[in-house]
């Protein structure tokens, strides 16, 4: 079925499939390049640095709780700034988790390694 459309890139109206959306390849080619240049790129590298972290402290905490330093986790290539979300307790202590791995900083620059047991 052929029908009038609107290019997503460009805005021009043109006649075509029902799933085409773009008025030519140009047009196509244009638009994801955009895409994959710019968010997904950011998207890309952030999960590449979780997934990282995960595994690091996995491989760290291989008994789901132990203590470790800090250092011992900057040399594996950990990237502190990044993480999947927070979980604080009743005494205000904020742990940081990347996914089901989770750390909490300690005095003296030692680390708390956690895993969180998944109940679903
Ligand atoms: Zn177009």
Known sequence: MEENKQCIECGRDFFGRSDKKFCSDGCRSAYNNKITGGSDKLVRKVNRILKKNRS?????NPDGKT??????????G????????????????????CYEYG???LEKDFV???????SN
């Open 56 to 60: 690091i402290l996995q491989k760290l």
């Open 67 to 76: 203590t470790t330093h800090r250092d011992q986790l900057l040399k594996a």
């Open 78 to 97: 950990f990237d502190f700034d990044y993480h999947t979300n927070t979980y604080t307790t009743k005494e205000g202590r904020q742990y940081a988790f």
């Open 103 to 105: 750390y909490l900083p």
């Open 112 to 118: 708390l390694l956690v895993k969180r047991e998944e």
